[in-house]
């Protein structure tokens, strides 16, 4: 299994660390979030164990795909997307973050 950690420095400047790991804990994603750096972080993830990577990146996307999402992981993101792709996609639109995050 491999992941993709994605560092946003900035609109439009992104940068990605890809590592493969085999153990997919919940306690090993949120570790592989914080060597990349949680700030700037963007984390994707519908499963039971991806709560503790979304909450520590910096934006924690939850993705409901054709299998669904776990309801934690649903509770743990700052946004719900359906999808993969609309997910990365907000990241190509930042006013379309602020507008979603804005307090």
Known sequence: ???IGLVVRGPYQLQY????ITDLTSV???DFINRLGCAGTVALGNGRN?????HAAELGIA????EGAAAGTL???DIVRNGILPALELLS??????????S
């Open 93 to 102: 639109h930042p006013l379309r973050l602020t507008a979603t995050l804005r």
């Open 28 to 30: 090993a994603k949120r």
């Open 1 to 3: 299994m491999e992941l």
């Open 17 to 20: 660390h890809m590592d493969r």
């Open 50 to 54: 991806d709560p503790l990577m979304l």
């Open 75 to 77: 509770a743990a993101a």
């Open 63 to 66: 993705v409901n795909l054709r």
